[in-house]
């Protein structure tokens, strides 16, 4: 999210006119063509997802509508369940009061601070949890500056907002092109945090979960130190960091599970004020079709208009709102009482080639003041949920097809260990164990459980022991009995218990221990 500097600057330039419908989705230049992904090698879910976007963009869906959105933090803070952030509160409790779970749930990976491997590995799990519901997800991706922290000790030393912006000095030292090149301080600690982050992402690849990637936003303003105050002759160098990140994730790192989401901020259509506010167009930092799946913006404003909407729809991508929602200061926002009825009306009226919006997590403006932005903590959040426009989670309508085969990848270590299968008849299930990475101290894996019966099955349990005395940390999707040792006895969560017949789901795992030596020589599968 931009700051609220910026966001004072961008004021002079949203509109509050409509747009109308007769900008229909069909203008989209996207919808020109077939869907393709910029990634040829993308996995068959990710082309799915991809292909269920444009058909919302381009009005070819089955039902017409948005994906509703919420962002719910940083890292582990997904998980929170007390204070201003967390999935319980801004996801969980709104769909106690509403009925439904927003089609989208978002996080960012870094920002607030340099997370460890098992900080965002808990932070998968709630990602995982969403994707287990039926609902899509979207990373954020950003980065605190590499030349404020060289990363040599995230856990004692995990950075602080501010070393992602542009004043007081955090651009001392700084030149862009250092992070092509890993033979500079800078661009060995760009490559470990590219690693780091390609490592989570691995995770949700292996769980299966297909991610809106939205890496190093809002690169067109002036306040993240990847942004225009350093590029004011052009994004070149930022077009080169895209597309080596873009070749890493994928060539290096099999990450065929990704969508690539370019996420400009507002900016004023006139090119003197552009460069007068320092603040570029859409198109100015671009990495070219081949790299970009989505072009989702953001934009803060009472009316919630989308001043760019017609540059959106000239370039040749699904359409989304990666931050959406009223503007930054004034009194709705600090009272909470922005009418959230008017998302699902101003998008269906004036900006219909939007198949997404993600709003934005509250936070703190002072010590007495709060910035309202999420959908809970505003007006008719209920009411927006039961929209016929809105998409929830029990809405998201991703095409059949062939279920996805897991790339291969230099950190992936598979080891499957199938239980026995019982003989086919009703209320029988099986499970299959797979390691599926690891690193110093802990490893993760995945377990398959399928239905080998001819009837329903309502629920399952899956257990086994490890041989070589590793403990299970964490569990997602799935609910874990308390560690007896080695033995572990996982449960059904409460969205995944019920399998048709031949069908499958799956539930992942943090152990303390080493991968090797640990893989059981039996996992049983009991329905329940």
Not at 34 to 46: F, I, M, Y
Not at 446 to 454: D, Y
């Amino acid at each position: 999210m931009i700051g609220v500097v910026a966001a004072m600057c961008l004021t002079t330039v949203q509109a509050s006119g409509a747009v109308g419908t007769g900008t229909a989705s069909a203008a989209a230049a996207v919808c020109a063509r077939p869907p393709q992904t910029a990634n040829d090698q993308a996995s068959a879910g990710a082309v799915a997802v991809h292909r269920y976007l444009y058909s919302l963009t381009c009005d070819t869906a089955p039902a017409d509508g948005v994906i509703s959105g919420q962002n719910v933090g940083h890292g582990p803070q997904a998980a929170d369940t007390t204070g201003l952030l967390g999935y319980p509160r801004l996801i969980d409790r709104l769909a106690q009061q509403a009925g439904h779970y927003t089609g989208m749930a978002g996080l960012d990976y870094e920002h607030d601070q340099i997370f460890t491997p098992q900080q965002l590995s808990l932070a998968n799990q709630v990602l995982a949890g969403h994707a287990g519901r039926g609902g899509l997800v979207t990373v954020n991706f950003s980065p605190q500056s590499p030349w404020l922290n060289d990363e040599s000790d995230i856990a004692g030393n995990p950075g602080v907002w501010t070393n992602t912006r542009t004043d007081n000095g955090q651009l001392d030292g700084v030149r862009l092109a250092d992070l092509l090149d890993q033979n500079t301080p800078a661009g060995r600690v760009w490559q470990r945090k590219l690693a780091r982050v390609a490592d989570a992402l691995t995770q949700l690849r292996d769980a299966g979960v297909v991610v809106l990637w939205r890496p190093m936003q809002e690169m067109n303003g002036f306040w993240f130190w990847w942004g225009t105050t350093l590029q004011k002759d052009g994004a070149t160098v930022y077009v080169q960091l895209w597309r080596s990140m873009f070749q890493y994730f994928t060539q290096v790192r099999h990450l065929d599970n990704l969508l690539w989401v370019y996420s400009p901020a507002t900016y004023p259509a006139d090119p003197g004020q552009q460069t007068a506010q320092n603040i570029r167009s859409a198109a100015w930092a671009y990495p070219g079709d081949a790299y970009v799946d989505i072009v989702a913006g953001t934009s803060y404003d009472d009316n919630l208009s989308i001043p760019n909407y017609l540059d959106y729809l000239r370039i040749p991508k699904v359409v989304g709102e990666a931050e959406y929602g009223p503007g930054l200061s004034g009194a709705h926002v600090t009272a909470g009482s922005f009418d959230d009825r008017r998302y699902a009306t101003r998008l269906r009226q004036d900006y219909p080639a939007v198949a997404y919006w993600v709003s934005w997590h509250d936070y703190t403006l002072s010590a007495t003041e709060t910035a309202h932005l999420s959908l809970i903590a505003n007006q008719n959040a209920a009411n927006l949920l039961s929209d016929p426009y809105v998409i929830n989670v029990d809405r998201v309508a991703i095409p059949s097809g062939p279920s996805p085969s897991p790339s291969a990848s230099p950190s992936r270590t598979p080891s499957p260990s199938p239980s026995p299968s019982p003989s086919a008849g009703a209320g029988e299930c099986a499970a299959v164990y797979q390691t599926t990475g690891g690193w110093p101290g802990q490893f993760q894996g995945q377990v398959t459980v399928r239905n080998t019966g001819r009837a329903a099955l309502n629920g399952w349990t899956v257990s086994w022991t490890f041989p070589g005395g590793a403990t299970v940390a964490q569990v997602w999707n799935g609910d874990a009995s308390p560690s007896s040792g080695s033995r572990v006895v996982v449960r059904n969560a409460s969205y995944n218990g019920a399998l048709a017949a031949g069908g499958s789901t799956t539930f992942g795992f943090i152990a303390n221990g080493s991968g090797s030596g640990n893989t059981p020589g039996s996992v049983a599968c009991t329905p329940s």
